[in-house]
């Protein structure tokens, strides 16, 4: 069973920077694309970010694009969060996939972390 614990939320001011941190346990890290969503109240979960097997593959939801960066390393995948605007204030999902369909969709993913909450000040 494959677990994910995500870390690094909290509260930051407008234009300012987090890294969320996911810790991976229980698979090979090597056999699991990875990626991060955000939810913010009342809609619906949203697609940040994803990182192939092999760490050659990045995608970005347009929303982040230039402003977001993911990477992994050792069992580890990380989300670095630059120029935070109040609008990205949601909780963010770290989340795994062992298959091979479509990257951006949530449905693809079958390991999910617990959620660590992002809160950005005006």
């Known amino acids: 069973q494959v677990q994910l614990l995500e870390s690094g939320g909290g509260l930051v001011q407008a234009g300012g920077s987090l890294r969320l941190s996911c810790l991976v346990s229980g698979r090979t890290f090597t056999n699991l694309r990875m990626a991060w969503f955000r939810q913010a109240p009342g809609k619906e979960r949203e697609f940040l970010a994803s990182?192939?097997?092999?760490?050659?593959a990045t995608r970005y939801a347009d929303s982040v694009k230039g402003r977001f960066t993911i990477s992994r390393d050792s069992g580890k995948t990380d989300l670095q969060m630059n120029s935070l605007r109040p609008e990205d204030t949601a909780v963010y999902f770290c989340?795994?996939?062992?298959?091979?369909?479509?990257?951006?969709?949530?449905?693809?993913?079958?390991?999910w972390g617990q959620g660590t909450q992002v809160t950005v000040s005006s």
């Open positions: 989340a795994a996939s062992s298959g091979y369909g479509k990257i951006d969709s949530q449905r693809e993913y079958n390991y």
């Open positions: 990182i192939s097997r092999g760490a050659g």
